[in-house]
């Protein structure tokens, strides 16, 4: 017997990866349920800010509540502050927003990407409830448990514990 469930995921893949003075994002485009392909033209970017950009994979219609939240969020901010959010900010708040809705989580896996104060890239990776961490790369969604280990093997630096080589 089938139970009903108030979720379905979409499927979809996102990656980021920060560098001195960059961000790059970067997703698929096809959105499916189980084996039925819904679309192959379907963007999992948004743009949040002039310097911040949102990757989710995950269920669609999460995806779109919560950009739509997080875009008059920002709306609210840059009328009482006269300026945009920053990526950081935008961390923060895309953390608390997750977090309120802890007990009735939206189904989406974020990464956010762009540029901090200082010009330098920044990217966060979330868990679903709001937990979030400042990295240099990231990956979410289906595909993350095959892009993680490729980035780690090409982009994190050698383990300060092994031992230098023998000459």
């Known amino acids: 017997m089938s139970r009903f469930s108030p979720y379905d995921n979409n499927g979809g893949s996102c990656v980021a990866i920060a560098g001195a003075d960059y961000c790059v994002i970067a997703s698929d485009t096809r959105m499916s349920t189980g084996y039925n392909i819904l679309t192959r033209d379907h963007s999992k970017i948004y743009k949040l800010a002039d310097k911040c950009i949102l990757a989710s994979s995950g269920f669609q219609a999460d995806m779109k509540a919560l950009q739509k939240l997080l875009a008059a969020r920002h709306l609210i901010y840059q009328h009482q502050h006269n300026k945009q959010m920053s990526c950081?900010?935008?961390?923060?708040?895309?953390?608390?927003?997750?977090?309120?809705?802890?007990?009735?989580?939206?189904?989406?896996f974020n990464?956010?990407?762009?540029?901090?104060?200082?010009?330098?890239?920044?990217?966060?990776?979330?868990?679903?409830?709001?937990?979030?961490?400042?990295?240099?790369?990231?990956?979410?969604?289906?595909?993350?448990?095959?892009?993680?280990?490729?980035?780690?093997?090409?982009?994190?630096?050698?383990?300060?514990?092994?031992?230098?080589a023998q000459v």
């Open 88 to 108: 950081p900010a935008m961390g923060q708040l895309l953390s608390n927003t997750l977090y309120y809705k802890r007990f009735f989580p939206y189904y989406t």
């Open 111 to 164: 990464v956010l990407g762009g540029l901090d104060n200082e010009g330098k890239g920044c990217v966060y990776t979330y868990d679903a409830v709001g937990s979030y961490e400042r990295v240099g790369y990231s990956a979410q969604g289906s595909g993350s448990v095959l892009i993680m280990p490729f980035l780690d093997n090409q982009l994190k630096s050698p383990s300060p514990l092994l031992l230098p």
